[in-house]
Nanobody
Framework: QVQVVESGGGLVQPGGSLRLSCASS????????MGWYRQAPGKERDMVAI???????NYADSVKGRFTISRDNARDTAYLQMNSLRPEDTAVYYC??????????????WGQGTQVTVSA
């Protein structure tokens, strides 16, 4: 069974930085995309950034120029470097892994989320 585990959240002041990590574990598991999503209280879960296996990345307009997603394929791990954080970035951040086992089909696997709070 695939496990997806996020880490790196916390409390940071406006203008500060945080780096989130997403580790995926599963033998013979082929990962297509890894992505970060966030959900603020009372709001829907929105895409923040997605990266493919060849390193192509897409970002939400609200984080372009401030956040950077990267990926270590050898470790099945994705990172989200968040700079110039704003109070409106406060949310639970979730990692989503899209992958499949050999002979199976691609499906999404979610982590449990990590809280990011931006406040003075």
């Amino acid at each position: 069974q695939v496990q997806v585990v996020e880490s790196g959240g916390g409390l940071v002041q406006p203008g500060g930085s945080l780096r989130l990590s997403c580790a995926s574990s599963g033998s013979s598991f082929d990962i297509a995309t890894m992505g970060w999503y966030r959900q603020a209280p009372g709001k829907e879960r929105d895409m923040v950034a997605i990266i493919t296996s060849d390193g192509s990345a897409n970002y939400a307009d609200s984080v372009k120029g401030r956040f950077t997603i990267s990926r270590d394929n050898a470790r099945d791990t994705a990172y989200l470097q968040m700079n110039s954080l704003r109070p409106e970035d406060t949310a639970v951040y979730y990692c989503k892994v899209n992958g499949k086992y050999t002979g199976s089909y691609y499906r999404n696997y979610w982590g449990q989320g990590t809280q990011v709070t931006v406040s003075a």
